[in-house]
Nanobody, 119 residues
Framework: QVHLVESGGGLVQPGGTLRLSCAAS????????MGWYRQAPGKEREFLAH???????NYADSVKGRFTISRDSAKNTMYLQMNSLKPEDTAVYYC?????????????WGQGTQVTVSS
């Protein structure tokens, strides 16, 4: 079993920055891709980014150039650096560990962390 805990969410003004963290338990972290989704009220869950065990990354067009995903294998932690935040980035952000070979297919989810972008 894998346990994921997100942190770093909060209230930020438009144009501001936040860094989300996702702490993972279990050795699965070292071999599986991981990533982030978000879900805004009344909307479907939206893929944001993933990172493979080798460090390859992929981003949704909506966040490309503003968000950066990274992982620290020594700390079993993944990060999402979010810059130039917009009100439409307001959502609950979820990290996940993917099925092997399917980096966009979540196998395990975190509990989510709220991000609110508002003046």
């Amino acid at each position: 079993q894998v346990h994921l805990v997100e942190s770093g969410g909060g209230l930020v003004q438009p144009g501001g920055t936040l860094r989300l963290s996702c702490a993972a338990s279990g050795s699965i972290f070292s071999i599986n891709a991981m990533g982030w989704y978000r879900q805004a009220p009344g909307k479907e869950r939206e893929f944001l980014a993933h990172i493979t065990s080798g460090g390859s990354t992929n981003y949704a067009d909506s966040v490309k150039g503003r968000f950066t995903i990274s992982r620290d294998s020594a700390k079993n932690t993944m990060y999402l650096q979010m810059n130039s935040l917009k009100p439409e980035d307001t959502a609950v952000y979820y990290c996940y560990v993917a099925w092997l070979g399917s980096p966009r297919s979540p196998r395990y989810w975190g509990q989510g962390t709220q991000v609110t972008v508002s003046s």
